[in-house]
């Protein structure tokens, strides 16, 4: 039952256990943890799953449901909008900002954490209303930004040692 994945030129697989499709391919497997099924959703080029959850068992009670065009559909929803969540919040975990009063105007202050598994790193921006630098500084990764330490930076001029 193959035919040509539109748009990606792969042949498209859509078997009982292995539907492949999309840019996407689901696995029905065997539930490690139960006697049941699972089903691992796996995004084109990636070797591990993005996803693996629960799967139906069929008729029999023994064997999973099979997978068809209507399920295959919702998984890869459902995948799609898991992955995009994740990738929402390692972006808000890596790229924190607060604004703060400070000397009458309005600044805007950064947290942008570069990780590394060797030497990861962090720099703290300090910007004004029109967008100019006030200050910046390296910090550890694991500095915390808050209102309080963002404005005890402003109170220390931004001075890259009352940071480190």
Known sequence: MDEIDSGRGQAAIHEARLWKDNGWTAQVIKNEDDDGWAVAMTPDGQVDPALVGPW???RDKKNPKPLDSAAFNTLVKTA?????????????????QIEISHDGGRVNVTLDITPDEESPSAVLRAADAD??????????????????????????GFSARAVR
């Open 56 to 58: 139906t068992m069929g």
């Open 131 to 156: 967008g100019e630098v006030l200050g910046q500084a390296n910090v550890s990764p694991g500095f915390k930004l808050t209102r309080a330490s963002a404005g005890a930076w402003a109170e220390a």
């Open 80 to 96: 799609t909008e898991f992955v995009r969540r994740h990738e929402q919040q390692l972006h808000a975990a890596l790229h924190q």
